[in-house]
């Protein structure tokens, strides 16, 4: 992940965490689900 298009995210009790743009976590949750349906046809 590059430092400079990192995007810090606080949690519900005030931890903090470094994420995904929302386009770049769009495409890899696609890209996830795509794969899980090829190799899990009934799941």
Do not use: C, T
């Not at 994420?19 to 769009?26: G, K, M, T």
């Amino acid at each position: 992940m590059d430092i400079g298009k990192r995007k810090y995210k606080w949690g519900r009790w005030g931890q903090g965490k470094n994420v995904y743009p929302d386009e770049q976590a769009e495409a890899l949750r696609m890209f996830i689900s795509e794969r899980i349906f090829v190799h899990f046809e009934d799941a």
